[in-house]
C-alpha cells in the first residue's frame, strides 16, 4: 500500500485559489493512479479529480471541470490539486487516495487514504 499525507488546505475568499499536495510513500508510486475526493459536513464523500500512473489520464466531476486542475511528479511521488475560482461550495475535507481499478472514480475503487487537509471558500 501507499502512505499518503495532504497539505496545502487552508482559507480562502471566494474566487481565489489553493493548491493541495499529496505526499507519498511506497515503491510502486507511478504505476498508480490517484485521486482527490473532498467530504463537506453531513454529506459524503465525493470524488473530485483523478489521475493516471503516467498522468496521461485526467477525470474530474463535473462541478470542478475547468477550474481544478490534477497533477503529478513521480519523481517526487507527490500529487497536486490546484483549485482556481473557488467557491464556497468547494468547502470540504479534502482527501486523497491511491487507485486500485484503472479509470474509476468510486471511492470503493481506492485503497490508501490520506488524513485529510481542510480547504474553506468564505463568501
Known amino acids: 500500500q501507499v502512505q499518503l499525507v495532504e497539505s496545502g488546505g487552508g482559507l480562502v475568499q471566494a474566487g481565489a485559489s489553493l493548491r493541495l499536495s499529496c505526499a507519498a510513500s511506497?515503491?510502486?508510486?507511478?504505476?498508480?493512479?490517484m485521486g482527490w475526493f473532498r467530504q463537506a459536513p453531513g454529506k459524503e464523500r465525493e470524488f473530485v479529480a483523478a489521475?493516471?500512473?503516467?498522468?496521461?489520464?485526467?477525470y474530474y466531476a463535473d462541478s470542478v471541470k475547468g477550474r481544478f486542475t490534477i497533477s503529478r511528479d513521480n519523481a517526487k511521488k507527490t500529487v497536486y490539486l490546484q483549485m482556481n475560482s473557488l467557491k464556497p461550495e468547494d468547502t470540504a475535507v479534502y482527501f486523497c487516495?491511491?487507485?486500485?481499478?484503472?479509470?474509476?472514480?468510486?471511492?470503493?475503487?481506492?485503497?490508501?487514504w490520506g488524513q485529510g487537509t481542510q480547504g474553506t471558500v468564505s463568501s
Open positions: 511506497g515503491r510502486t508510486f507511478s504505476s498508480t493512479g
Open positions: 487516495a491511491s487507485r486500485t481499478v484503472v479509470a474509476s472514480t468510486s471511492p470503493h475503487d481506492f485503497d490508501s
Open positions: 489521475i493516471s500512473g503516467s498522468g496521461g489520464r485526467t
